[in-house]
Structure formats: C-alpha cells, structure tokens
C-alpha cells in the first residue's frame, strides 16, 4: 500500500451563524464553561473565526469555507470535524454524533461540493449509528495516524468500539483503543483534547500513557517525539491543534494562542525543530464551545 501523507494540504471551516453554549453537549463536554454562558459570544466567535481565517491564509494555507445555515439553529456548527472526515484514498465519512442538534450539521451541499471539487470517490455514512445509539464523532472521537495506518480513539460515551470497527474496515487502518479521565475521574469526551499525531512529533495526555499501556507501546512504535503533556496543559488545549502543509509543501502547527502558552519553552522548541507554528486567539470557542482550533478544521487530501 501507498504511504499517506500525514499532514493535509488544505483546510475547510463552517462560520457560524448561532454559535452558543450548547447545553445539550455540556452533559459530556466538562471543557464548556457554565458560566460563561452570558454575552456577545457569537459576534466574539465570528472575529475568532475571522482572525483564524486571515492567519492561515497569510501563511500560505489554502483555505475554503462555508457559512452555516440560518435555519435550524446550531450552536456548535463551528466544529465540522465531528461531522466529517476526508482521505487521500478518496473517502468521505460521515459520522454519527450524539447529541440532536449536532446531527443537524451534517450538510450533503457541502459534501457535493467538495466531492466536485476534490474528486472524492467514496462515502461512507455511518449516521445509522444514531438509531442504535452508538456515536463515533469524526476526527474528535478518531486521532488518524496515516502514516501507519492507525485509528487511535479515546473512549466515551461519544466513541463506539462497533462504529470505530466498521470505519476501520472501510478505510483498511488498524484501531488502537484506550482511555483517558479528567481530574473529576470523567471520561474525556474526546480523542482530539489528548492527541494529536503530526508529522515528527505526538502531543499526548500523561494520564492517558500511564493509564494505557498498550496504548503507549502503539504510540512509540509510531517513531515520533513524544511530548507529554499535563492536566493544565490539556485544559488549555494543547493537543487540540493539527499539522497543516502549506502551499509551499511547509509544515505548520495550528494551535491556539492559550494552548501554545500553556507549553514549555522546551516542549515549543521541538516542535519548532519540526514545523512553523500558526497561532491564533479563538479563547471564546474554546470556552463556551469546549472545543478548540482542531475542532474547527476538516483537512482536505
């Protein structure tokens, strides 16, 4: 088999058009603040948005965008990635999501859309899922090592075994299963606030390598610099941030501006060993989304 790029070379993003503390997600999402559920935030998410778009672009990454629909209302419409992945190989998945409103999201004009525009061969659509209620939320529930072909996921009430099954038999990767728990001895409700693989180096949850051992193993038989990183740290979503090429075939880490301050000097300085860093403050999503700068991106192929 041919080897996957890791990193895409291209992005798409939904902007929104009701963001808001969505209290259906908040059961399971204990990164929402409850709080902060007061304000201007959709009118703050849109210069978030903006502001990431402009810095993407001005670093050379291409960029497409779709603008959320009036009706119905979804507050976390922001966050594509739960809802679809695409592949080098030329899938489209679509994916099976717990909560009500966030089954919403799922827009067949934009996978007609990119199917026109990328080529994409395949869909897979595991939304049946619904009705058995088993979830398997995209590339928050599954953190893809393509490289080797691995589907690593956290599990929760979010991440089904069954459905991770039937997508890694369709794509042809391995599953590698573990688990993770916040503070409060939760379950973390998704793969991508521990995880994320790039190209030379892993961002990963102590907690979730001492806890797992084969988990671990699997990540170390990967071949890439392993930086751990704390509670505070994965609070701060330092791992909800994805490698990207540029048009210029550089790689670059995005991440948050509150994440990539919550690193230490060294953690940053071997990841600026391997790739150019984008950052971007989007503290508003993050807060009342309980979702991050990775949460926001689908990567084209």
């Known amino acids: 088999m041919p080897v996957l790029q890791q990193s895409p070379k291209s992005v798409f993003l939904v902007r929104p058009s009701h963001f808001c503390f969505n209290q259906q997600t908040a059961i399971t999402n ?17 210069v978030e948005f903006d502001n990431l778009i402009q ?8 960029v497409t965008f779709f603008n959320d629909t ?11 990635n739960n809802w679809i992945s695409c592949h080098e190989t030329g899938e489209i998945i679509l994916y099976p999501m717990l909560t009500p409103n966030r089954r919403e999201e799922r ?43 691995i589907a690593f996921a956290c599990t929760s009430e979010r991440t089904h075994e069954t459905v991770l099954n039937d997508l890694c038999q369709f794509i042809n990767y391995n599953k590698c299963i573990f688990s993770a728990k916040d503070e409060q001895g939760r379950a973390v409700y998704h793969t991508n606030v521990v ?10 949850s102590q907690e979730a390598l001492d806890n797992n051992p084969e988990f671990r193993q699997v990540l170390l038989q990967t071949n890439r610099k392993v930086i751990s990183l704390f509670n ?16 210029d075939g550089h790689r670059k880490l995005i991440i948050s501006t509150r994440g990539w301050g919550s690193l230490t000097l060294e953690q940053q300085n071997i990841i600026l060993a391997s790739c150019g860093v984008i950052t971007s ?5 993050e807060t009342v989304g309980g979702g991050g700068i990775r949460c926001m991106l689908t990567g084209l192929y």
């Not at 204990?30 to 849109?46: E, I, P, R, V, Y």
């Not at 995880?195 to 990963?204: H, Q």
């Not at 740290?233 to 490698?243: D, R, V």
């Open 107 to 149: 827009r067949m004009d934009i996978v007609s859309n990119l199917q026109d525009k990328y080529g994409y061969s395949r869909i897979l659509d595991l939304s049946h899922y619904e009705k058995e209620n088993m979830f398997l939320e995209g590339t928050g529930s599954v953190v893809f090592d393509h490289k080797n072909r």
């Open 30 to 46: 204990h990164f929402q603040n409850a709080s902060a559920t007061h304000g201007d935030w959709k009118n703050l998410a849109l």
């Open 70 to 80: 009036e009706s119905p209302i979804k507050p976390d419409s922001i966050f594509p």
């Open 55 to 62: 810095k993407l672009q001005d670093a050379g990454i291409l």
């Open 281 to 285: 403050n989007v503290e508003t999503i």
């Open 232 to 247: 505070k740290q994965i609070k701060n979503f330092a791992a909800n941030s994805l490698e990207v090429l540029n048009q």
């Open 195 to 204: 995880l994320s693989i790039c190209s030379e180096f892993v961002l990963v």
